[in-house]
């Protein structure tokens, strides 16, 4: 049996071809190599698991990051599509944008509720006049 090196180029090109998304079979006809030595390789505590393993998450990290970067660049486009749809002729598409919009910046009322009810209310309007005095401090009003 052939012994392989896990940073020869065979191999390294088996690692490749698995993340994306090539069969076993593949594999083995691509780098000439026999399908049973490459499922060996890729099972546990075979020659490239370990390396097949870092090298997926090393991929996925660049895929993520990459991704981060491109909704960051869209967030300025997203906002001034909120805010160009807030005039709509239609009025629920209207207060779905404002909605959104002000849950960006204020949070979902009910984690604003949370944030300023830390016990059940004893007396209602008590409650609400907490609930003004907050949204006072906060220039909500």
């Known amino acids: 049996m052939k012994k392989y090196d896990p ?8 690692i490749r071809l698995k993340y994306e998304g090539e069969e076993y079979a593949v594999i083995a006809k691509e780098i000439k190599v026999p399908l049973d030595t490459i499922k060996g390789w890729f099972e546990y505590g075979g020659l490239l698991y370990d ?3 870092e090298y997926r998450d090393q991929k996925n990290e660049e895929l993520k990051e990459e991704a981060l970067a491109m909704l960051r660049g869209a967030v300025g486009t997203a906002t001034k599509m909120l805010i ?3 005039g709509s002729k239609r009025d ?7 909605s959104a ?4 910046i204020h949070g979902k009322p009910t984690e ?9 209310p004893d007396n209602y309007d008590a409650f609400l006049a907490r609930i003004e005095q907050r949204r ?4 909500d009003l």
């Open 7 to 14: 940073q020869a180029k065979k191999c390294q090109d088996a």
């Open 112 to 120: 604003y509720l949370k944030q300023i009810s830390d016990t059940e």
């Open 92 to 98: 629920d598409i209207k207060l779905k944008a404002a």
């Open 84 to 86: 160009a749809l807030m």
């Open 51 to 53: 390396q097949y393993a």
């Open 136 to 139: 006072k401090e906060r220039g």
């Open 101 to 104: 919009i002000i849950e960006r």
